[in-house]
């Protein structure tokens, strides 16, 4: 019987805690007796503590006797984590617990409780899309990949956000009782096994620029109002009187990307819209969004999304 141990704090949330553990305790249903998980919480007084959803939760042992008491020990994420300083005594803790246990990680942003305690160095990790880029500027000794669903290197598992953390922990169990367990755990849950693609299908590509009176806010809103016209460094550069030069250099200085990448993102999220909301065929949103072609738009739906347009209409299709 392996104990899993999650920790609690004020402002957890709560779906990052029930997901994983529903999973452990599940998997009890598939193995035999006494071979399967016990699942407990940890959390420093006063209790209960108050979850991001306005939820009150208990917990099983304090801190302290939860120190040693572990197989697996999770981290799940909070709102507020990735703008926080944890405690010393919080980070003194997990450094002291994550060294007794075989395995350990993070749900969501819990990677950065594990940022600002020195676990992440030299790993790599993931955690919420939204979230990704500060994990990688606080902790830049971590290898953030911003795409995947849940990572593991050695004894750290991280994972993406939120439901994610579900993954996370069909992915141990079939470490521990094989896929054929953690299928069944998904199916009786109504979760798949494993998603197709990673966690940018479920992002945003584009972000508002800083300044929206810039020029290069201007090209970026001229780009997403004629994606189905040549958007090339001189098309565009002539948009705003600038040499091709100075425009594309003062276009990576302020939009962080270069404008074929900007051009390639705004394509990518114009199809997944009309993928969402329409019935228009692969072809027709292929022309509509610049790609020229729906095997075009197909190569790069995979190499960004890992998954082809029809497969990720299937997923987020919004019924009308």
């Not at 709560?14 to 553990?21: E, F, Q, R, T, Y």
């Not at 193995?31 to 399967?36: D, E, K, L, T």
């Not at 994420?77 to 703008?83: E, R, T, Y």
């Not at 160095?121 to 795409?147: I, S």
Request: hydrophobic share 45%; charged share 20%; with cysteine.
């Amino acid at each position: 019987m392996k104990r899993v141990a999650m920790l609690l704090f004020p402002g957890v949330q709560a779906l990052d805690v029930s997901g994983p553990l529903d999973v452990f305790a599940e998997a009890n249903a598939f193995v035999a007796p006494g071979q399967g998980y016990q699942v407990i919480t940890l959390a420093a007084p006063p209790l209960p503590l108050r979850a991001s959803n306005g939820q009150l939760l208990g917990a099983d042992l304090s801190l302290a006797q939860g120190l040693a008491a572990a197989d697996i020990l999770l981290v799940p994420g909070g709102p507020a984590l990735p703008d926080e300083t944890p405690g010393a005594e919080l980070l003194d803790w997990l450094r002291a617990a994550c060294a007794q246990v075989p395995r350990y990680g993070s749900i969501c942003t819990g990677a950065f409780l594990l940022g600002h305690a020195g676990l992440l160095d030299g790993k790599r990790v993931t955690t919420h899309w939204n979230d990704t880029q500060r994990l990688a500027e606080l902790f830049p000794q971590a290898r953030v990949e911003p795409d995947r669903i849940h990572v593991r290197d050695g004894a750290l598992v991280t994972s993406a956000g939120v439901t994610a953390g579900i993954d996370l922990a069909l992915a141990l169990v079939a470490e521990d009782h094989g896929a054929a367990v953690a299928l069944s755990v998904a199916k009786r849950l109504l979760v798949v096994a494993q998603r197709q693609g990673g966690q940018s299908q479920f992002s945003p590509f584009l972000r508002a620029p800083v300044d929206e009176r810039s020029p290069v806010a201007r090209i970026q809103r001229h780009v997403q109002e004629h994606l189905d016209q040549p958007l090339g460094v001189p098309q565009l550069a002539a948009k705003v009187a600038m040499s091709p030069r100075s425009f594309a250099r003062i276009f990576v200085r302020e939009a962080g990307v270069t404008p074929a990448e900007f051009v390639q993102r705004a394509r990518l999220d114009a199809a997944r819209g009309l993928l969402e909301g329409s019935d228009l065929a692969l072809k027709v949103i292929a022309w509509h969004c610049g790609f020229g072609s729906a095997a075009r738009m197909r190569r790069v739906f995979v190499q960004r999304l890992g998954v082809t347009p029809t497969q990720y209409r299937e997923q987020f299709r919004r019924e009308g």
